[in-house]
Protein backbone atom coordinates (compact mmCIF):
# COMPACT_ATOMS: atom_id res chain seq x y z
CA UNK A 1 0.00 0.00 0.00
CA UNK A 2 1.77 3.15 -0.95
CA UNK A 3 1.48 6.18 1.61
CA UNK A 4 2.98 9.50 1.50
CA UNK A 5 4.06 11.01 4.74
CA UNK A 6 3.40 14.72 5.56
CA UNK A 7 6.03 16.28 7.51
CA UNK A 8 5.22 20.13 9.11
CA UNK A 9 6.48 20.21 12.62
CA UNK A 10 6.55 24.46 12.35
CA UNK A 11 2.90 24.15 12.82
CA UNK A 12 0.79 24.05 16.45
CA UNK A 13 -2.29 23.24 17.87
CA UNK A 14 -2.97 26.54 19.15
CA UNK A 15 -5.96 25.91 21.12
CA UNK A 16 -9.16 23.37 20.76
CA UNK A 17 -13.45 23.53 21.20
CA UNK A 18 -16.65 21.41 20.62
CA UNK A 19 -20.58 21.78 21.15
CA UNK A 20 -22.74 18.84 21.13
CA UNK A 21 -26.62 19.66 21.09
CA UNK A 22 -28.57 19.83 24.24
CA UNK A 23 -30.81 17.20 23.41
CA UNK A 24 -30.41 13.83 24.74
CA UNK A 25 -31.50 10.59 23.61
CA UNK A 26 -30.74 7.41 25.77
CA UNK A 27 -31.28 3.77 24.69
CA UNK A 28 -34.25 3.07 26.18
CA UNK A 29 -35.80 6.09 24.28
CA UNK A 30 -34.17 5.11 20.62
CA UNK A 31 -34.98 1.28 20.77
CA UNK A 32 -38.74 1.67 21.63
CA UNK A 33 -40.06 -1.47 19.60
CA UNK A 34 -36.64 -2.03 17.51
CA UNK A 35 -35.37 -5.70 17.56
CA UNK A 36 -32.27 -5.11 20.16
CA UNK A 37 -32.46 -4.29 23.97
CA UNK A 38 -30.46 -1.32 25.57
CA UNK A 39 -27.64 -4.17 26.77
CA UNK A 40 -26.86 -5.08 23.39
CA UNK A 41 -26.77 -1.64 22.58
CA UNK A 42 -23.89 -1.02 25.13
CA UNK A 43 -21.94 -4.47 24.90
CA UNK A 44 -21.53 -4.05 21.32
CA UNK A 45 -21.24 -0.30 21.09
CA UNK A 46 -20.29 0.89 23.69
CA UNK A 47 -23.14 3.24 23.84
CA UNK A 48 -25.98 4.23 26.45
CA UNK A 49 -26.60 7.60 24.93
CA UNK A 50 -26.37 10.16 22.22
CA UNK A 51 -26.89 14.20 21.82
CA UNK A 52 -29.29 14.67 18.65
CA UNK A 53 -29.57 18.27 17.11
CA UNK A 54 -33.72 19.64 16.99
CA UNK A 55 -35.07 19.76 13.81
CA UNK A 56 -34.15 23.64 13.21
CA UNK A 57 -30.06 23.07 14.34
CA UNK A 58 -28.09 22.04 11.48
CA UNK A 59 -24.33 21.33 11.48
CA UNK A 60 -23.19 24.32 10.55
CA UNK A 61 -24.53 25.92 13.74
CA UNK A 62 -22.90 22.78 15.67
CA UNK A 63 -19.31 23.94 13.64
CA UNK A 64 -20.00 27.57 14.77
CA UNK A 65 -20.12 26.98 18.17
CA UNK A 66 -16.91 24.79 18.47
CA UNK A 67 -15.34 27.19 16.09
CA UNK A 68 -15.65 30.18 17.93
CA UNK A 69 -15.19 28.10 21.14
CA UNK A 70 -11.90 27.20 19.72
CA UNK A 71 -11.08 30.86 18.51
CA UNK A 72 -12.26 32.25 22.48
CA UNK A 73 -9.63 29.36 24.38
CA UNK A 74 -7.45 30.58 21.63
CA UNK A 75 -7.45 34.32 22.88
CA UNK A 76 -8.47 35.47 19.28
CA UNK A 77 -10.66 37.32 17.41
CA UNK A 78 -13.18 35.55 14.63
CA UNK A 79 -11.33 37.27 12.19
CA UNK A 80 -8.12 36.54 13.15
CA UNK A 81 -8.81 33.17 10.88
CA UNK A 82 -7.70 32.75 7.60
CA UNK A 83 -8.39 29.38 6.91
CA UNK A 84 -12.00 27.59 7.58
CA UNK A 85 -12.33 24.11 7.33
CA UNK A 86 -15.06 21.69 7.78
CA UNK A 87 -15.03 18.31 7.48
CA UNK A 88 -18.74 16.77 7.14
CA UNK A 89 -20.93 14.40 5.87
CA UNK A 90 -24.07 16.19 6.29
CA UNK A 91 -24.03 19.30 5.39
CA UNK A 92 -26.56 21.63 5.34
CA UNK A 93 -27.33 21.82 1.83
CA UNK A 94 -26.17 20.81 -1.66
CA UNK A 95 -24.88 24.52 -2.13
CA UNK A 96 -23.31 26.50 -0.71
CA UNK A 97 -20.85 24.54 1.25
CA UNK A 98 -21.71 24.24 5.30
CA UNK A 99 -18.06 26.53 6.42
CA UNK A 100 -19.11 29.75 4.74
CA UNK A 101 -22.57 29.17 6.25
CA UNK A 102 -20.44 28.60 9.59
CA UNK A 103 -18.29 31.25 8.24
CA UNK A 104 -21.53 33.85 8.70
CA UNK A 105 -22.78 32.72 11.68
CA UNK A 106 -19.29 32.94 13.84
CA UNK A 107 -19.25 36.62 12.55
CA UNK A 108 -16.02 35.47 10.20
CA UNK A 109 -16.07 38.85 8.09
CA UNK A 110 -12.07 38.65 6.31
CA UNK A 111 -13.19 36.62 3.38
CA UNK A 112 -10.68 34.05 4.59
CA UNK A 113 -10.85 30.73 2.40
CA UNK A 114 -13.76 28.41 3.52
CA UNK A 115 -14.67 24.81 2.18
CA UNK A 116 -16.12 21.68 3.22
CA UNK A 117 -14.01 18.51 3.20
CA UNK A 118 -15.55 15.10 2.53
CA UNK A 119 -13.85 12.28 3.95
CA UNK A 120 -17.11 11.12 6.22
CA UNK A 121 -15.61 10.19 9.35
CA UNK A 122 -12.10 10.66 8.63
CA UNK A 123 -12.80 14.35 7.64
CA UNK A 124 -11.03 15.69 9.96
CA UNK A 125 -8.10 14.24 10.01
CA UNK A 126 -7.55 15.10 6.36
CA UNK A 127 -8.25 18.55 7.42
CA UNK A 128 -6.05 18.67 10.16
CA UNK A 129 -3.21 17.58 7.39
CA UNK A 130 -4.30 20.07 4.52
CA UNK A 131 -4.95 23.09 6.63
CA UNK A 132 -0.77 22.06 8.23
CA UNK A 133 0.59 21.84 5.01
CA UNK A 134 -1.18 24.98 3.82
CA UNK A 135 -0.01 26.75 6.76
CA UNK A 136 3.91 25.36 6.63
CA UNK A 137 4.30 26.67 2.99
CA UNK A 138 3.20 30.19 4.00
CA UNK A 139 -0.24 30.50 2.02
CA UNK A 140 -1.65 30.71 5.47
CA UNK A 141 -1.49 32.18 8.94
CA UNK A 142 -3.96 30.47 10.85
CA UNK A 143 -6.72 27.80 10.36
CA UNK A 144 -9.62 26.91 11.97
CA UNK A 145 -10.52 23.08 11.37
CA UNK A 146 -13.60 21.88 12.40
CA UNK A 147 -15.10 18.10 12.26
CA UNK A 148 -19.15 18.22 12.45
CA UNK A 149 -21.84 16.31 11.59
CA UNK A 150 -25.63 15.81 12.75
CA UNK A 151 -26.52 12.19 11.47
CA UNK A 152 -29.50 12.64 12.95
CA UNK A 153 -30.84 13.88 9.87
CA UNK A 154 -30.01 10.73 7.77
CA UNK A 155 -30.76 8.58 10.50
CA UNK A 156 -34.09 5.93 9.71
CA UNK A 157 -35.00 5.70 12.79
CA UNK A 158 -37.33 2.93 12.35
CA UNK A 159 -33.94 0.92 11.82
CA UNK A 160 -31.80 -1.14 14.44
CA UNK A 161 -29.01 0.99 12.88
CA UNK A 162 -30.12 3.94 14.22
CA UNK A 163 -28.54 3.64 17.08
CA UNK A 164 -24.90 4.10 16.39
CA UNK A 165 -24.42 8.10 15.34
CA UNK A 166 -24.82 10.79 17.71
CA UNK A 167 -24.47 14.49 16.71
CA UNK A 168 -21.73 17.07 17.30
CA UNK A 169 -18.84 19.23 16.15
CA UNK A 170 -14.90 19.91 17.43
CA UNK A 171 -12.64 22.26 16.29
CA UNK A 172 -8.88 22.91 16.55
CA UNK A 173 -7.34 26.60 15.71
CA UNK A 174 -4.00 25.77 14.24
CA UNK A 175 -0.90 28.31 13.60
CA UNK A 176 2.33 28.65 12.54
CA UNK A 177 4.67 27.69 15.91
CA UNK A 178 8.31 26.81 15.11
CA UNK A 179 8.75 24.72 18.24
CA UNK A 180 11.92 22.95 19.89
CA UNK A 181 11.10 18.99 19.42
CA UNK A 182 7.94 19.38 17.42
CA UNK A 183 6.07 16.98 15.39
CA UNK A 184 3.17 17.25 13.65
CA UNK A 185 2.63 14.50 10.57
CA UNK A 186 -0.10 13.17 8.71
CA UNK A 187 -1.07 9.91 6.10
CA UNK A 188 -3.92 10.30 4.01
CA UNK A 189 -5.53 7.55 2.23
CA UNK A 190 -8.74 6.23 0.34
CA UNK A 191 -9.97 2.74 -1.52
CA UNK A 192 -13.20 4.06 -3.83
CA UNK A 193 -14.30 -0.25 -3.93
CA UNK A 194 -15.56 0.54 -0.36
CA UNK A 195 -18.13 3.47 -1.56
CA UNK A 196 -21.07 1.23 -1.09
CA UNK A 197 -20.54 -0.22 2.29
CA UNK A 198 -21.36 2.82 3.94
CA UNK A 199 -23.48 5.56 1.65
CA UNK A 200 -26.37 7.13 1.28
CA UNK A 201 -27.75 6.27 -2.12
CA UNK A 202 -28.88 9.08 -4.61
CA UNK A 203 -32.72 9.77 -3.67
CA UNK A 204 -32.41 8.02 -0.67
CA UNK A 205 -33.27 10.16 2.92
CA UNK A 206 -31.25 7.97 5.27
CA UNK A 207 -27.76 6.32 5.17
CA UNK A 208 -27.28 2.75 4.32
CA UNK A 209 -24.45 0.65 6.03
CA UNK A 210 -23.03 -2.70 5.57
CA UNK A 211 -22.16 -3.73 9.38
CA UNK A 212 -19.96 -6.45 8.73
CA UNK A 213 -18.05 -4.96 5.95
CA UNK A 214 -17.39 -1.88 8.00
CA UNK A 215 -16.06 -3.92 11.26
CA UNK A 216 -13.59 -6.23 8.64
CA UNK A 217 -11.85 -2.18 7.00
CA UNK A 218 -12.22 -1.07 10.25
CA UNK A 219 -10.11 -3.49 12.55
CA UNK A 220 -7.83 -4.12 9.68
CA UNK A 221 -6.88 -0.46 7.91
CA UNK A 222 -6.73 1.05 11.20
CA UNK A 223 -4.18 -1.02 12.76
CA UNK A 224 -2.21 -0.90 9.35
CA UNK A 225 -1.87 2.59 9.16
CA UNK A 226 -0.81 3.65 12.63
CA UNK A 227 1.93 0.82 12.32
CA UNK A 228 2.56 3.08 9.07
CA UNK A 229 2.77 6.32 10.33
CA UNK A 230 4.79 5.12 13.29
CA UNK A 231 7.04 3.55 11.40
CA UNK A 232 7.38 6.34 8.59
CA UNK A 233 8.62 9.21 12.04
CA UNK A 234 11.06 6.03 13.24
CA UNK A 235 8.61 5.45 16.25
CA UNK A 236 6.93 2.86 18.14
CA UNK A 237 3.56 2.19 20.18
CA UNK A 238 5.76 2.68 23.55
CA UNK A 239 6.04 6.75 22.16
CA UNK A 240 2.75 7.16 21.56
CA UNK A 241 1.17 9.18 25.25
CA UNK A 242 -2.31 8.94 23.72
CA UNK A 243 -4.62 7.08 21.11
CA UNK A 244 -7.62 9.34 20.22
CA UNK A 245 -9.46 7.11 17.09
CA UNK A 246 -12.41 7.98 15.65
CA UNK A 247 -15.30 6.58 18.43
CA UNK A 248 -16.85 3.91 15.76
CA UNK A 249 -18.30 1.54 17.96
CA UNK A 250 -16.40 0.16 20.81
CA UNK A 251 -16.24 -3.63 19.65
CA UNK A 252 -14.55 -2.05 16.55
CA UNK A 253 -12.06 -0.31 18.87
CA UNK A 254 -11.36 -3.38 21.10
CA UNK A 255 -10.63 -5.24 18.52
CA UNK A 256 -7.86 -2.20 16.96
CA UNK A 257 -6.37 -2.49 20.77
CA UNK A 258 -6.41 -6.08 20.36
CA UNK A 259 -4.62 -6.33 16.65
CA UNK A 260 -1.96 -3.43 17.90
CA UNK A 261 -1.39 -5.20 20.81
CA UNK A 262 -2.52 -2.52 23.48
CA UNK A 263 -4.80 -2.51 26.57
CA UNK A 264 -7.82 -1.06 25.85
CA UNK A 265 -7.33 1.16 28.70
CA UNK A 266 -4.92 3.28 26.13
CA UNK A 267 -7.55 4.23 23.89
CA UNK A 268 -9.84 7.28 24.37
CA UNK A 269 -13.52 6.74 24.03
CA UNK A 270 -16.30 8.97 25.05
CA UNK A 271 -18.95 6.45 23.24
CA UNK A 272 -21.30 5.44 26.60
CA UNK A 273 -22.39 9.56 26.30
CA UNK A 274 -21.78 10.56 22.39
CA UNK A 275 -22.01 7.82 20.33
CA UNK A 276 -20.60 7.90 17.15
CA UNK A 277 -20.42 11.56 16.00
CA UNK A 278 -18.78 10.70 12.71
CA UNK A 279 -16.68 13.27 11.23
CA UNK A 280 -16.43 15.13 15.14
CA UNK A 281 -15.27 12.00 17.28
CA UNK A 282 -11.98 12.59 16.94
CA UNK A 283 -11.86 16.33 17.59
CA UNK A 284 -14.71 16.11 20.13
CA UNK A 285 -12.32 13.60 22.04
CA UNK A 286 -9.49 15.86 22.15
CA UNK A 287 -11.20 18.60 23.35
CA UNK A 288 -12.77 16.53 26.39
CA UNK A 289 -9.28 15.53 26.91
CA UNK A 290 -7.36 18.57 26.87
CA UNK A 291 -10.30 20.72 29.03
CA UNK A 292 -9.68 17.71 31.94
CA UNK A 293 -5.82 18.83 31.83
CA UNK A 294 -4.80 15.13 30.40
CA UNK A 295 -2.36 16.74 27.50
CA UNK A 296 0.70 17.62 28.89
CA UNK A 297 3.82 19.82 26.38
CA UNK A 298 5.85 16.78 25.02
CA UNK A 299 2.67 14.31 25.22
CA UNK A 300 2.56 12.34 21.19
CA UNK A 301 -1.12 11.92 20.52
CA UNK A 302 -1.97 10.03 17.32
CA UNK A 303 -4.96 10.51 15.90
CA UNK A 304 -6.51 8.30 13.77
CA UNK A 305 -9.91 7.64 11.72
CA UNK A 306 -11.26 5.90 8.76
CA UNK A 307 -14.75 6.40 6.94
CA UNK A 308 -17.16 5.64 4.20
CA UNK A 309 -15.58 5.22 0.73
CA UNK A 310 -13.29 4.16 2.09
CA UNK A 311 -11.29 6.90 3.49
CA UNK A 312 -8.94 6.63 6.70
CA UNK A 313 -5.53 8.38 8.22
CA UNK A 314 -3.69 9.11 11.02
CA UNK A 315 -1.75 12.29 12.40
CA UNK A 316 1.13 12.49 15.02
CA UNK A 317 1.18 15.55 17.57
CA UNK A 318 3.61 16.15 19.57
CA UNK A 319 1.50 18.52 22.34
Aim: proline content about 4%; charged content about 20%; some cysteine.
Amino acid sequence: MRSRNSRFDNVCIKSTGSYVPSKVLTNEEVIGKLPTSPEWVVENFGIRERHIAEPEEYTSDLAARAGLEAIAAAGLEPNDIDLLIVATATPDRKMPSSACIAQKKMGIRNCCAAFDLAAVCAGFVYGITIAGQLIHNGMYERALVIGADTFSKVTDWNHRNCVVFGDGAGAVVLEKNHRENGLFSGILLAEGEGMDHFTVYPGDAYFTMNGKAVFEKATAAVPECVRQILGLNGLGLEDVSMIIPHQATARVLKRIAEVLNVPFSRIQTNLESYANTAAASVPLVLDQVNRRGLLHEGDLLLLVAIGAGWTWGASLYRW
